[in-house]
DNA sequence: CACAATATTTAGGGTTGTCTAAAAAAACAT
DNA sequence: ATGTTTTTTTAGACAACCCTAAATATTGTG
């Protein structure tokens, strides 16, 4: 069982891994977490000795597979809470970090995967990015954005870019909401303008809206 | 904003003000916390100076009106989530109350407002205790023992005595969850069993069933 | 390669909340 | 009412986590 500030550490180590694809600095991570180097220094020093990452003076630190498969499992937690409060309690899809924020370190295997059955075993969170699965396993297709799509091509929603209350209020009356299905009838290249089918409807959609919405295309 | 500490120093303070009516003793805090004296006299203290309690040496706490204020509302979450897990996730009543000490402590108003409307505001938990309003005023109508009403009368299930799972699941079968109606039909006082009905059926029930079932009676 | 700039660690300290052991106050009993 | 028991407080210390300032290692540049 680890602390709150360590779940937050490995958290942040993870995403970080992601971007530089090797040894995460000490500046870095004090950066993305708001603290001083000097804490960090004295944190991965003590996740390096519970063997959830590997650490070596001046070189930086790296998950573990048992670092790594910790931090996963808070980020699932985090995104299935997201869910939660978008899907059940109607948040907007931007309000709902901060207080995933606080959930995601609630203890309890059985907590999480009845939460997950009740949500439907969902793949995506609000904003669109995968909820690793309870061994930590990503399912690591890229999403992209609608407005990367072409003629024939079909994704599924997962997730906005921007999230202003008027572009959620456009998606609501459209009825896109996660998980619905979006097929480019025609895309004009000049203006990046779209026509698309949602459920039975076909209509245009600008580019400004294409760019804010993403999708996911198996 | 209060800590994690504060927060449960007040709910035990308050817990423990409605049993002894009048000041709480620093022994009866340490023990319903587990915890030192030592540390609750430092503790008490600190709440004191937040105008939470008022404290003189050797003399036990009270809560000032806004310590219970914010008791009630730590409480009002703790039992909100617990209606959650039991009705929502299908936990049963006797797995919650580990999971809701944490749950009680995550800050969001919105959330909590959220919440408690998609539960359909309930007035009582799953163990039948009250659910304190938003401004921590609580409803208090003594809950009691289905054995307690004589014929005629008629009850709420607001929660269980015993929660075995034996005893869960007959419930289950018996379609007897919080919220349903029961009326005593006829009352045995030889061997202090019933008949009663809920719903459309009618049956028996031994007295041992109905020392296990609190019900509320307004 | 040497020196400046940058990154990282070390040293020493602060806060919160806990503990043990000892002192002080209050309550109890004869 | 006086001595004993119990309760409560004080004193001093510790762990987790964070900070500032200073020292040290690494990197970049001419």
């Known amino acids: ?19 530089t694809k090797g040894e995460v600095s000490t500046n870095a991570i004090a950066e993305r977490m708001s603290t001083k180097p000097s804490s960090v220094t004295d944190m991965i020093r003590k996740l390096a000795d519970k063997k959830l990452l590997s650490y070596k003076r001046y070189k930086g ?18 995104r299935l809470w997201e869910v939660f409060l978008v899907e059940k309690l109607n948040f907007h899809w931007d309000e709902v970090h901060e207080i995933a924020e606080q959930l995601e370190h609630i203890k309890s295997e059985e907590l999480i995967s009845r939460l997950d059955k009740f949500l439907g075993s969902p793949d995506f969170d609000p904003h669109g990015d995968p909820i690793p699965d309870k061994h930590g396993n990503v399912k690591r297709t890229e999403k992209k954005l609608l407005s990367e799509l072409n003629k024939k091509q079909r994704g599924v929603c997962v997730g906005v870019k921007e999230s202003s209350s008027d572009f959620l209020q456009y998606l609501d009356k459209k009825k896109i909401t996660i998980g619905t299905k979006v097929t480019v009838l025609g895309k004009e290249f000049f203006d990046g303008s779209m026509v698309i089918q ?3 409807d076909q209509f245009f959609i600008s580019k ?10 198996n």
């Open 61 to 78: 630190a790296l998950l573990t597979s048992d670092g790594r498969k910790t931090a996963a499992n808070v980020i699932r937690k985090h």
């Open 1 to 19: 069982m680890y602390s709150l500030a360590e779940e937050n550490y490995l958290k942040a180590i993870y995403h970080l891994e992601q971007q």
């Open 208 to 217: 400004k809206i294409a760019e804010n919405l993403y999708v996911q295309t």
């Open 198 to 200: 949602v459920g039975r």
